[in-house]
């Protein structure tokens, strides 16, 4: 058994040989910016100290990735990649020190396959531009995470992002055709091809999606493409309690006929805030909960049909308005509050615990009466927002900023909200991954077996365990590691 | 290194202790019964030799597949799950003797949650079976196999068939949200549940989705469902040649702005042989090629919208005519002729080599081109038909019933054919599974690295080696192993 935590340490002779490798510009030890690039948008002061890499490498070919590996895996030194530091979950800060390694410079939109429907990126595109590209050509990218406007996709990949359509179309696994992999020896493989199908061997595609850079390191990404959908619309639609609108999502569905390429919730408290962020008012902004239905496709008959379909039934179920969006700059409007509110609450609050738990779609109101019976014990408030078309509840528990021993009581709730969530059938993480964050409780939800299987897998693939290290994997039970 | 050929044999001392475990009825050790079960589609003359498990179990819970592993494990005894036999790789042929398991008596939909939209199932499902309960909830299963009427669904996910619904549903495991598996030690774990999403470890359930029973045993499946689409049309498509049927397919997408459920090729020589076989005829049937062209959807206006569309498109596209199929019987004729296409070509030929290639969608024509003339060089036939739409052929060599060496001469063929599709960006299996059959050419598609990745990940789930012998993954480069 390997000992993952006997890492060798980053010498004045590796940051030489990172050099050789990838030229001076493309190596830096200054601590500052070592620091900045070190964190995601987890806030240091929910760790039990400042994560550091020790020094800091921007590859721009395979090849240089393929160097880098090479050489820490001889040296056992650990290697975190890192998108654009979007991550809510710890996933990129680099646990054990060692080599921080950023994409921002493997940027490039290689091929845009207009033929095949796909796309062939390296891991630095920012998901938005990959949207905007495939657009211009007539097509849609069916990944649409809230931060895709500075998210990279290779993060996106790493962590399975979910976002606003993935009821339609599946996480961004869904979206993944190929990857070119950096194993951790440095030998350089690729995972599937521009094919819509390939029993050929084991699915380590998809075995990759989600992985969090403990597996290997993706430097190309074929992406699925689809025929754009010529009209759409957004729905929104506020209701007097919050029950009333997640008891209405599954009618669209099952009454309505219809399925929608986004099903959003978006609390009273959860809209307050990001009214308050962006100086803007929605309308109906006093009721308990509003929900986004989007709707799209080729034929705008058929999207006014239905949008008059939903509407109606909306109504009949209780709502109090609905409003119909299907102009740029209302649908812009409305999107923008709605991706906008995970920031604002970060912004206002300092004492929060902000979850992405996941339960079957049926036990979301089961979730959200635990969630209140928790605040009255805890003496907290909630802010809960989402995608509750798939289930995936972005609950924020918040408490007051002076409340001495927050911490305590909150790691206490949230242990209570875990274990209704595990009652329910849920799970701890639907889109933004365990990373550091969530590392703890996995046990909770992943039985021996499961976690005795990811170490072997993991082993498999890293024997040295250098590959972002103190992620996902428990390597020893009894020591324990960081964010164990 | 374990090494896996040291298997443990089936004493009546083991066939005892499965007695005890499943009773009398469970378990059976007579001779024919037994050859009957150890095979599947592929004829037993195109193996080395006759492949024979020593006893054949037949459980009814996932206890009793739980005690026959753990015992299965200790003594180093192959394991050899089994559905339906409809398979066309050899993936449920026991290559190693052992324990032959047949999920004939786990044949239970456990449930139909109309609430999450997904039906739990055990593995000894006959998939059409799933299909119909779930319309007649109003609920579509997309797994579309043209096997369906036989094959059971614990296979389809094993294999992760693809069938005529891949290019809008992906394949079997596009509809696979969970699986209760037994590990290789006989302990119990479930990965995924009722989730439209999750990111809680490692994908663990797409890995067994198409692992052949290499990985661990599949003892209950959950099923994501689908509305079901109100309305549906085929349009069968005469072509002049190949090569203009091929070409029209991308711009249904493209031109037409249309996503059709299926999009299906079966040249001249294939529909002969499926009108032969049903003793049907259907309309032009001497043009070189039909597509069959599925529509749906919720909206009588629109499908009948997209159905003249894409007619029109065709016959600007130089196609000789457009037959529409909008009623039950005549849609079911059609499909009838194209599911039997397989198995008319098996009635007809005794030298053949059955394929089931996969390409980049726009390949295609390569791919046909490249037949065309292997069979000038080869002085054989070829039938090719299949879900063209997502770039899997199943192309047909046929040689002459009385040509001497025809075993040498095909397999030459095939290894030039394989070579063409390995240049065109494609693969070796798209639905059919690797199994016995495609073992040995694993190593032309599979690199070295990912070769030993996958012997690493079978070691990480199955240590002594015991789950399905002999199948995707080579223990041992230098020895090899029965279909290496």
Redesign the interface.
């Known amino acids: 058994m390997n000992e993952p935590t006997r890492f060798g340490t980053v010498t004045p002779e590796v940051v030489e040989r990172l050099s050789a490798i990838l030229g001076a510009g493309g190596v830096s030890v200054d601590g500052e910016k070592i620091a900045v690039y070190s964190r995601d948008e987890v806030a240091e002061r929910f760790w039990d100290r400042p994560y550091r890499a020790e020094v800091l490498v921007f590859p721009e070919s395979t090849r240089h990735v393929s160097e880098i590996l090479r050489m820490a895996n001889e040296r056992r030194i650990p290697v975190t990649p890192r998108g654009a530091g979007t991550g809510l979950s710890g996933g990129a800060v680099p646990a054990f020190g060692g080599i921080l390694v950023s994409f921002e410079r493997m940027n490039r939109i290689l091929e845009l396959?207009?033929?095949?429907?796909c796309m062939t990126v390296e891991p630095g595109v920012i998901t938005a531009e990959i949207t905007r590209a495939a657009r211009k050509a007539?097509l849609l990218y069916a990944g649409d995470p809230c931060s895709g406007d500075a998210s990279f996709i290779g993060g996106n990949v790493a962590?399975?992002a979910?976002g606003n359509k993935?009821?339609k179309y599946?996480?961004t696994?869904?979206s993944v055709l190929a990857l070119e992999v950096v194993?951790a020896d440095g030998?350089v493989?690729w995972?599937g091809?521009?094919?819509?199908?390939?029993?050929?061997?084991?699915?380590?595609v998809?075995?990759m999606?989600?992985?969090e850079g403990t597996?290997g390191i993706i430097t190309k990404i074929v992406l699925k493409l689809?025929?754009l959908p010529?009209f759409g619309v957004d729905l929104l639609i506020p209701f007097p309690t919050v029950e009333a609108a997640i008891r209405f999502v599954?009618r669209i569905?099952?009454e309505g006929?219809?399925?929608p390429a986004s099903i959003e919730l978006v609390d009273h408290h959860s809209l307050s805030q990001a009214e308050k962020f962006l100086n803007t008012r929605l309308p109906f902004d006093q009721a308990a909960a509003h929900l986004i239905v989007q709707l799209e496709g080729?034929?705008r008959?058929?999207v006014a049909?239905e949008t008059e379909r939903v509407g109606k039934l909306a109504l009949e179920k209780g709502a109090l308005e609905v409003f119909v969006a299907d102009n740029r700059s209302s649908r812009d409007k409305l999107w923008k509050a709605r991706k906008s509110v995970a920031e604002a609450i970060m912004a206002y609050y300092q004492n929060y615990a902000k979850e992405d738990l996941?339960?079957?779609?049926?036990r979301v109101p089961d979730l959200l009466f635990a969630v209140d019976a928790l605040c009255r014990k805890w003496r907290m408030e909630a802010a809960n927002y989402g995608?509750v078309g798939?289930?995936?509840i972005h609950v924020n528990l918040l408490m007051a900023d002076d409340r001495p021993h927050w911490h305590e009581d909150m790691e206490q709730a949230r242990q209570e909200l875990y274990e209704t969530v595990r009652q329910l059938?849920?799970?701890?993480?639907?889109?933004?991954?365990?990373g550091l964050k969530?590392k703890a409780y996995?046990p909770q939800?992943?039985?021996a077996?499961?976690l005795e299987?990811?170490r072997?897998?993991k082993?498999?693939?890293d024997p040295n365990g250098i590959l972002n290290p103190g992620k996902?994997v428990f390597w020893d039970k009894k020591t324990g590691e960081a964010g164990a």
Not at 113 to 117: A, G, P, R, V
Not at 193 to 204: I, L, S
Not at 358 to 362: F, G, I, L, R
């Open positions: 396959d207009t033929e095949n429907l007539g962590e399975n979910g993935v009821i599946g996480p696994g869904s194993l030998s493989t995972f091809g521009k094919r819509r199908k390939d029993v050929t061997g084991y699915d380590f998809h075995l999606v989600g992985s597996l689809l025929p010529a599954p569905a099952l006929r219809v399925t080729n034929d008959e058929v049909d996941v339960v079957p779609t049926d995608h798939d289930g995936n059938g849920g799970t701890l993480s639907g889109e933004h991954g365990i969530r996995l939800f992943l039985d077996p499961q299987l990811m072997r897998v082993l498999a693939f996902l």
